[in-house]
T-cell receptor
Framework: GAVVSQHPSRVICKSGTSVKIECRSL??????MFWYRQFPKQSLMLMAT?????????EQGVEKDKFLINHASLTLSTLTVTSAHPEDSSFYIC????????????FGPGTRLLVL | KNQVEQSPQSLIILEGKNCTLQ??????????LRWYKQDTGRGPVSLTI?????NTKSNGRYTATLDADTKQSSLHITASQLSDSASYIC??????????FGTGTRLTIIP
């Protein structure tokens, strides 16, 4: 099946710093990528939808200036958490959707962010 | 009210036993319904995907069923193994590209 990778798998940073998370589709071109956040024992919450070459669409309540998304190519999308605070600590998961049968979204392994 | 609800919230069974997880949705028709397995600290992995017209789909020891009349889907796990311990998430694509996630069922298999 299709493979989606994320880097880094976990990151610890100081409050006020920025963190960049990469999401790559390894064996297919992803026209659309999605960024999710998951708090402990909760389901995934969609943060934003990014389409290659255009601005991301953010869900209600998600600050676009805080969570910067760049989808510069068909295989790479990045999420930058700017001026991170402890409440941003969470599990961030991306998924990618390509133009193949089934319209399946393939999820990355996730990135654990801890802001001290 | 969440459009996709799952039950039970958590389940503990003995290794080797079968179990069935439930998913209820409120809106139909839909584009497809998927079941994912999510290990702790990992991203979800697709188990099955069914279109609105399908009744059942199997993937090894996992069998998903769909009843459009009652707006229910179930995931049946046969001969459970310790590695089946995970969260199982029912996800519905209502046709607008965004996925609607269920609340999940936390399954624990004990030896």
């Amino acid at each position: 099946g299709a493979v989606v990778s994320q880097h880094p798998s976990r990151v610890i940073c100081k409050s006020g710093t920025s963190v960049k998370i990469e999401c790559r589709s390894l064996d297919f071109q992803a026209t659309t990528m999605f960024w999710y956040r998951q708090f402990p024992k909760q389901s995934l919450m969609l943060m934003a939808t990014s389409n290659e070459g255009s601005k991301a669409t953010y869900e209600q309540g998600v600050e676009k200036d805080k969570f910067l998304i760049n989808h510069a190519s068909l295989t790479l999308s990045t999420l930058t958490v700017t001026s991170a605070h402890p409440e941003d600590s969470s599990f961030y998961i991306c998924s990618a959707e390509g133009d193949f049968p089934g319209e399946t979204q393939y999820f990355g392994p996730g990135t654990r962010l801890l802001v001290l | 009210k969440n459009q996709v609800e799952q039950s039970p919230q958590s389940l503990i069974i003995l290794e080797g036993k079968n179990c069935t997880l439930q998913c209820n949705y409120t809106v139909s028709p839909f584009s497809n319904l998927r079941w994912y397995k999510q290990d702790t600290g990992r991203g979800p992995v697709s188990l099955t995907i069914m279109t609105f017209s399908e009744n059942t789909k199997s993937n090894g020891r996992y069998t998903a069923t769909l009843d459009a009349d009652t707006k229910q889907s179930s995931l049946h796990i046969t001969a459970s193994q310790l590695s089946d311990s995970a969260s199982y998430i029912c996800v519905v694509n209502f046709g607008n590209e965004k996925l609607t996630f269920g609340t999940g069922t936390r399954l624990t298999i004990i030896p």
